[in-house]
C-alpha cells in the first residue's frame, strides 16, 4: 500500500507560504510556487511577504489567491520592522484558520516562530537542526548546498508536490507594455536590436565598476552593431550616467521611475543582459533573456539562475575579469560557448 505523503495527509484546502524577501528571490521561489500549485490545485494558497511583493502575487494569480503584508520584525535582517504592526498581523492570519504554513524564507532561526504564529493547523519548512516531525509538523535541515531554487524544490518534494520543473518564471502583463510605452524610456528602440546593461544593485557593494560596464558595452556595439540601453530605476539614475559618461559609443539611459513589469517588458526586447549581481538577473531568467551575471559578495551556487547555459555568472570580487565578462557576452550573442571553459575547470561557473 502506497504511502500518502504529508500534504495527502493534511486534507490541506487552504496554505499560507511565508517568504519575507526582495523580488530577485522571490523569484527564485516560483518552481516551488509551481509545484505547490500542482499538488494543490483546489486550495487557497496566500503569500505572506514583504508589503512591496503585493505586486509579484498579482503577477502570478495562477499560483497565489492572496497576499499579506508582513510588517517586519526586529530579529529579520534586510527590512524595514514595524514590531507595533505584528500583533494584528498574526490575528489577521489566524482568523483565517489555515489548513497549512509553509516556511520559505531561510533556515528558521526567527521565521519558524513566525510562522508558528499563524496558527495554522499543520506546518512545514526548514530548521538548522536535525529534523523534526510529527504528524502536523515536517521541518527538514536547511540544504548545505544546491541553488535556492533547488533547496525549495527538495521540500517540496518531501511534503509530496510533483516535480513541475525548475525554470523561473516571469511573466508578462498588458499593463507592462502600455507603462513602458507611457514612459517613453524605450521610444524609438527596434526590439532585438539592443543590449541592456543594468549596473545598479541593491548595495555598492554588489556592484560592478562602472568604467568595467562601459568598457564591455562599447566592444559589443563595435563587434555587433548593437545600441546600448542602460538600465535602472529612478535611483540607479547617477550610476547610469557615469557608465555613460565612460563610455565612447553612445548609449540610451533609461533609469526611470518605472516598475518591475515595464522594466522587464523592456529587457524582453533586447538581446542580452549584463548586470552586477541583482534582482534583474533573475527577472532576465524568467523571461528567458540571455544574460551575464557579475557577482564578487554573493553566494553564487545558491543564488545564480538554475540555467547555466543561458545565464552566465562569473565571479569577479577583484573587478578585474572584465575580458571574461566580455567573452561570455560574444558567446551568448553569438549562440556559441566560450573556448575552454570546461578545460580550464570553470564550469558551471565562469
Given at each position: 500500500m502506497k504511502t500518502r505523503t504529508f500534504?495527502?495527509?493534511?486534507?490541506?484546502?487552504?496554505?499560507?507560504?511565508?517568504?519575507?524577501?526582495?523580488?530577485?528571490?522571490?523569484?527564485?521561489?516560483?518552481?516551488?510556487?509551481?509545484?505547490?500549485?500542482?499538488?494543490?490545485?483546489?486550495?487557497?494558497?496566500?503569500?505572506?511577504?514583504?508589503?512591496d511583493m503585493a505586486q509579484f502575487a498579482q503577477r502570478f494569480p495562477s499560483y497565489l489567491d492572496g497576499f499579506i503584508a508582513f510588517p517586519g520584525h526586529p530579529l529579520l535582517p534586510g527590512q524595514t520592522a514595524r514590531p507595533e504592526e505584528l500583533p494584528g498581523f498574526y490575528a489577521g492570519i489566524r482568523e483565517?484558520?489555515?489548513?497549512?504554513?509553509?516556511?520559505?524564507?531561510?533556515?528558521?532561526?526567527?521565521?519558524?516562530?513566525?510562522?508558528?504564529?499563524?496558527?495554522?493547523?499543520?506546518?512545514?519548512?526548514?530548521?538548522?537542526?536535525?529534523t523534526a516531525g510529527t504528524s502536523r509538523t515536517l521541518l527538514l535541515p536547511f540544504p548545505a548546498s544546491g541553488s535556492e531554487s533547488e533547496r525549495l524544490l527538495q521540500l517540496c518534494e518531501h511534503l509530496g508536490a510533483p516535480a513541475v520543473g525548475r525554470r523561473l518564471e516571469f511573466p508578462l502583463l498588458p499593463g507592462d507594455a502600455e507603462e513602458l510605452e507611457a514612459s517613453r524610456v524605450a521610444s524609438g528602440l527596434v526590439p532585438g536590436n539592443f543590449i541592456c546593461i543594468h549596473p545598479g544593485a541593491s548595495t555598492d557593494e554588489q556592484c560592478w565598476p562602472p568604467e568595467r560596464f562601459a568598457r564591455v558595452?562599447?566592444?559589443?556595439h563595435a563587434e555587433f552593431g548593437l545600441s546600448t540601453v542602460l538600465t535602472g530605476w529612478a535611483g540607479d539614475a547617477p550610476m547610469v550616467?557615469?557608465?555613460?559618461?565612460?563610455?565612447?559609443?553612445?548609449?540610451?539611459?533609461a533609469?526611470?521611475?518605472?516598475?518591475?513589469?515595464?522594466?522587464?517588458?523592456?529587457?524582453?526586447?533586447?538581446?542580452?543582459?549584463?548586470?552586477?549581481?541583482?534582482?534583474?538577473?533573475?527577472?532576465?531568467?524568467?523571461?528567458?533573456?540571455?544574460?551575464?551575471?557579475?557577482?564578487?559578495?554573493?553566494?553564487?551556487?545558491?543564488?545564480?539562475?538554475?540555467?547555466?547555459?543561458?545565464?552566465?555568472?562569473?565571479?569577479?570580487?577583484?573587478?578585474?575579469?572584465?575580458?571574461?565578462?566580455?567573452e561570455h557576452a560574444r558567446a551568448l550573442l553569438a549562440g556559441t560557448a566560450p573556448s575552454g571553459q570546461r578545460a580550464a575547470g570553470m564550469w558551471p561557473y565562469w
Open positions: 500534504l495527502q495527509r493534511q486534507g490541506v484546502r487552504s496554505a499560507i507560504v511565508f517568504r519575507a524577501l526582495q523580488l530577485g528571490d522571490m523569484l527564485c521561489a516560483t518552481p516551488a510556487f509551481r509545484a505547490l500549485r500542482a499538488a494543490l490545485p483546489e486550495a487557497r494558497i496566500v503569500l505572506a511577504g514583504l508589503p483565517q484558520g489555515f489548513d497549512l504554513a509553509l516556511q520559505w524564507h531561510d533556515g528558521g532561526e526567527v521565521s519558524n516562530h513566525i510562522v508558528a504564529g499563524f496558527g495554522a493547523r499543520a506546518m512545514a519548512g526548514f530548521t538548522r537542526g536535525e558595452a562599447d566592444q559589443l550616467r557615469t557608465v555613460a559618461d565612460h563610455m565612447r559609443s553612445p548609449a540610451i539611459e533609469a526611470a521611475p518605472i516598475s518591475n513589469g515595464a522594466m522587464a517588458a523592456l529587457m524582453s526586447r533586447s538581446r542580452l543582459l549584463v548586470c552586477s549581481d541583482t534582482g534583474v538577473s533573475h527577472i532576465a531568467a524568467g523571461l528567458g533573456l540571455s544574460s551575464v551575471v557579475v557577482s564578487g559578495k554573493a553566494d553564487i551556487a545558491r543564488w545564480a539562475p538554475p540555467d547555466r547555459l543561458r545565464h552566465r555568472c562569473i565571479w569577479d570580487p577583484a573587478a578585474e575579469r572584465w575580458a571574461v565578462v566580455l
